[in-house]
Nanobody
Framework: EVQLVESGGGLVQAGGSLRLSCAASVFTFDDYALGWFRQAPGKEREGVSYIKISDGSTYYADSVKGRFTIASDNAKKTVYLQMSNLKPEDTAVYYC??????????????????????WGQGTQVTVSS
């Protein structure tokens, strides 16, 4: 069973940076797509950024393009989300997610496959103005 452990959340001032980490306990890392979703109070969960481990293809939501970078360390089976120039509207619980790549036609549509996937426990990111 896939297990995901997130770390790196916290409180930061607007304009600051944070790096989230997600360590995945999977047998073959290359067989997965991983991503970050977030949910702010009173709002629906939204996809932030995804990466297909086998070919490195990525997706970013328009709201984070140019500010967030997703990357993987395949030896550590870990995915990172580097967040820069953070804004108060980035405040949310951030969840790591993983799904077997056979269920993902295009990395941009990973969210559509998450009924086959697994979720981490979430980590809080708070950006003060």
């Amino acid at each position: 069973e896939v297990q995901l452990v997130e770390s790196g959340g916290g409180l930061v001032q607007a304009g600051g940076s944070l790096r989230l980490s997600c360590a995945a306990s999977v047998f073959t890392f290359d067989d997965y797509a991983l991503g970050w979703f977030r949910q702010a109070p009173g709002k629906e969960r939204e996809g932030v950024s995804y990466i297909k481990i086998s070919d490195g293809s990525t997706y970013y939501a328009d709201s984070v393009k140019g500010r967030f970078t997703i990357a993987s360390d395949n030896a550590k089976k870990t995915v990172y989300l580097q967040m820069s120039n953070l804004k108060p509207e980035d405040t949310a619980v951030y969840y790591c997610a993983a799904v077997a790549v056979i269920f993902v036609d295009d990395i941009a549509t990973m969210e559509n496959s998450m009924h086959f996937g697994r979720w981490g426990q979430g980590t809080q990111v708070t950006v003060s103005s």
